[in-house]
């Protein structure tokens, strides 16, 4: 599982960072949202990989052992950052339309090379 | 919790938030009471940053409060020491000065305006508060995003494609910060400030590299937002574009950042922490010191004001983070003086540009009333300006010319203003250790550089604006634009007249930083509410 998941961040940060290398914003804010989507699962791993592990302890106080269960906080993280970029994506992509609107081209400089 | 005054502490979040909130309700119209509104808290959090000033320098330890109280590893801890209660009361005074300055003319350049200027300050006093450091991210957003709806304030092409750098820029920044804290906490196993410190040294030799390359990460998401060298072109371009008073106070965001990291590596990174001790000061200071000569050769081939305030925050931030890295009790108390003076005069600079250069280049004029972008935003909210604020004073050129004078000797750090002994007090210090390092040697020269950078683009500056005769007749200043001006510039007089007293109160600042030891203490032992009982 180990391997899937370091494979998993590693492509999607990779095409993460080729994309916002790019000259187009669009293309520049899929990319910050591939990497977005790498640092969440990232995130996740810092917590230690568990499959089968509940996250919230039950109340019956002989299954209280720490041992069978994931490590919550990263979870909680990942939602926090997950609402958080969702947030700045979609504001992100207000400005690339008024940026848009404004310049007449969706060149990230606001003025194409060639022209 | 003893009493009402421990929620001092956390006073600083709530009020901007509630007023924010409050804001919403009312309708774009009712402009008065928005304004009444938001300078009154504004006014507020500057009596409640002086409150907390007070309370620390009193205290012995810093203050504590528990969030929903949690005991200290496991829930959210607020502290206000003395270093933060200092910078939340820069942040305060800034704030509301050049909110005072909006009420002008500029908050009516586009909706919300004073809703998200408030939410800034928010997120800011978050910063400077939190003793958590997801909780610090969380905060870093709060004011990113509400930096992000001011940049656009008052809309236009080059503001637009300004912010399009900066926005995405800061969310990269902001996905390197995560990255950094996951790291921390793959090691630590914590996210609390001081529980770090405490784990810190005692991390195994083998999980080091990882410790201090999420360090190091994180790290880099607080330069990016300090505007080191190769990561900060953006800066000059984006502070120059945004609207004079949220450029004043973006003038205290680049500090946010140079906070954070001074007190991460005098908590995490400080000598008490074994293998990790000061592992990346020697970085932090060539970085300076590379940002302080890219700052010195933008001012001097900047072509605008606002380009050369840029610059010297640029200058600023490279000496601060020198600084840093170089360590020290006495050169961190003469830093964190020039920091507030620093500050203070950059957020004076930028204010008084504007009107300096309203007769030179009409063209600035009009690029601050705002161009809709979506019809339905905006409608209600943006009205022809016919009605200026205010008693028109006479003389206007007589007190934008003292007042530029003023800030230029303030930048420069020529005597007797409170530039100089800030930049007096960093020479002395770093002359005062038994063996000056070359690169001490080098900050100290480029100090003196900087100062005489700022000096002749002033002068220039000021001869080309000012003193120039043109055929217009002088242009229009509002009283309502003066005192805010005037606020800053006498608040950087009294840092003169009672630089006695204020070096102090930063000598014991440096020196509590220096025993990390207390910080943590107050924080672990921090008695939950009820708990006497």
């Known amino acids: 599982m180990e391997i899937v998941l370091a494979l998993a961040i590693g492509i999607l940060t990779a095409s993460g960072l080729w994309l916002i290398f790019r000259p187009r914003t669009f293309q520049v804010i899929l990319g910050l949202s591939l990497l977005s989507y790498a640092v969440n699962l990232f995130i996740l791993a810092a917590g230690r990989l568990r499959s089968d592990a509940p996250p919230i302890v039950g109340r019956d106080p002989a299954s209280a052992d720490p041992a069978f269960y994931a490590d919550p906080l990263p979870q909680a993280l990942v939602l926090t950052a997950i609402v958080i970029s969702f947030a700045t994506t979609a504001l992100l992509l207000v400005v690339l339309l008024a940026s848009r609107g404004l310049t007449g081209t969706d060149h990230v400089d606001g003025e194409d090379g060639e022209t | ?533």
């Not at chain 2, 000061?278 to 933008?298: P, Q, S, W």
């Not at chain 2, 934008?400 to 210090?429: E, Q, R, T, V, Y």
């Not at chain 2, 005037?486 to 930083?513: D, I, R």
């Open chain 2, 1 to 533: 919790m003893t009493g009402w005054i421990d929620h001092l502490v956390i006073t600083p979040i709530i009020l901007p938030l509630m007023a924010s909130a409050l804001m919403l309700a009312f309708d774009e119209r009712r402009r008065v009471l928005k304004r009444v509104l938001s300078l009154a808290t504004a006014a507020l959090l500057i009596a409640n940053a002086a409150a907390l000033l007070w309370l620390a320098g009193d205290r012995s330890g810093p203050l504590v409060y528990l969030l929903g109280n949690w005991a200290a590893p496991f829930g959210i801890v607020l502290v206000a020491d003395r270093l933060s209660a200092m910078m939340l009361l820069l942040a305060s005074v800034v704030g509301f000065t050049a909110l005072f300055y909006a009420v002008a003319r500029w908050d009516r350049s586009g909706p919300r305006f004073h809703a998200l200027f408030l939410l800034l300050l928010m997120g800011i006093n978050g910063a400077f508060l939190t003793g958590d450091i997801f909780n610090l991210f969380v905060f870093f957003e709060v004011l990113l995003a509400a930096s992000y709806g001011l940049i656009l304030h008052g809309s236009g092409t080059e503001r637009t494609s300004a912010s399009l750098h900066y926005i995405t820029i800061n969310i990269a920044a902001s996905l390197l910060f995560l990255l950094g804290v996951a790291l921390l906490y793959a090691v630590t196993g914590t996210l609390n400030m001081a529980d770090l410190a405490l784990r810190v040294a005692s991390t195994d030799a083998s999980d080091l590299a990882l410790l201090e390359a999420g360090a190091a990460i994180l790290g880099i998401a607080f330069l990016i937002k300090a505007g080191i060298w190769p990561l900060s072109f953006w800066l000059p371009r984006t502070y120059a574009a945004a609207a004079p008073p949220v450029a004043a106070v973006f003038a205290i965001m680049t500090k946010v950042g140079i906070y954070v990291l001074l007190r991460l590596s005098s908590l995490i990174f400080g000598d008490a922490s074994g293998e990790a001790a000061r592992f990346a000061n020697e970085a932090l200071l060539y970085a300076g010191l590379a940002t302080m000569i890219f700052g010195i050769v933008g001012i001097l081939s900047a072509r605008q004001l606002t380009r050369v305030a840029g610059y010297y925050v640029l200058v600023s931030s490279g000496t601060l983070l020198a600084a840093v890295g170089l360590g020290g009790e006495a050169l961190i108390a003469a830093m964190l003086f020039y920091l507030v003076s620093s500050t203070l005069a950059v957020g004076a600079l930028y204010l008084i540009i504007e009107p300096v250069e309203r007769n030179a280049d009409e063209e600035d004029m009009i690029a601050g009333i705002a161009e809709p972008v979506f019809d339905d935003e905006y409608v209600g909210a943006i009205e022809e300006v016919t009605d200026e604020e205010g008693v028109i004073i006479p003389g206007t050129i007589a007190i934008l010319g003292g007042g530029f004078i003023f800030c230029a000797l303030l930048l420069a750090g020529l005597p007797p203003l409170s530039g100089f002994i800030a930049k007096f007090a960093m020479i002395d210090a770093l002359l005062k250790t038994s063996e000056v390092e070359p690169a001490g040697w080098v900050l100290i020269g480029l100090i003196i550089l900087s100062g005489l950078a700022t000096m002749i683009i002033m002068t220039r500056a000021g001869i080309d604006l000012l003193w120039r005769p043109g055929e217009d007749a002088p242009s229009r200043l509002s009283l309502v634009e003066v005192v805010p001006i005037g606020l800053l510039l006498t608040v950087c007089l009294g840092l003169m007249l009672w630089a006695g007293p204020v070096m102090a109160y930063l000598e014991k600042t440096s020196s509590a930083l220096h025993q990390p030891a207390h910080y943590v203490a107050a924080v672990t032992d921090a008695p939950q509410a009820g708990s006497e009982r």
